[in-house]
């Protein structure tokens, strides 16, 4: 049986996201949305994931805000569900904060070279809970 539409607390959006590694980047690239899809890790309270140069690295740091999004279906209930993570975006820099992160993170599914590793400071977390599809009446 389908469950309710809800919002799903702060620790489930974040235990969701933790379990999770493929999202999608929202940036803003000359006035227009683009959605991007990444693979994430989940780091000391912000999101990482990896990128190379192109329209999603400069937009991540040209747009005032980025969201990374991630949503799934519970095979036993049908339900769909929705993570929002909004923030601002970090590349890092910083030798020893990088040789922590990068063996943690997921391997790649982009072709080509991303070695520039960029993080999601949280601004706001936010999730939904979607019942599935209800039966005819």
């Known amino acids: 049986m389908a469950g309710t539409a809800g919002v799903l607390d702060y620790d489930d ?55 990374l999004e991630i949503d799934g279906i519970d095979p036993a209930t049908g339900d769909a569900w929705s993570v929002i993570v909004v923030g601002q975006a970090r590349m890092i820099t910083d030798p020893d904060r990088r040789a922590e992160v990068e063996p943690r993170m997921p391997a790649s599914w982009a072709a ?8 999601i400071h949280p601004d706001e977390v936010s999730g939904r809970l979607l019942p599935g599809p209800q039966p005819a009446t």
């Open 13 to 67: 959006c974040w235990t969701r996201l933790k379990t999770h590694d493929l999202g999608r980047v929202a940036v803003v690239i000359r006035g227009n949305p683009f959605v991007f899809p990444v693979n994430y890790l989940v780091h000391d309270d912000v999101v990482v994931f990896r990128t190379g140069e192109g329209a999603k690295l400069d937009g991540v740091f040209t747009s005032p805000s980025v969201a």
């Open 112 to 119: 080509g070279d991303t070695p520039f590793l960029v993080e």
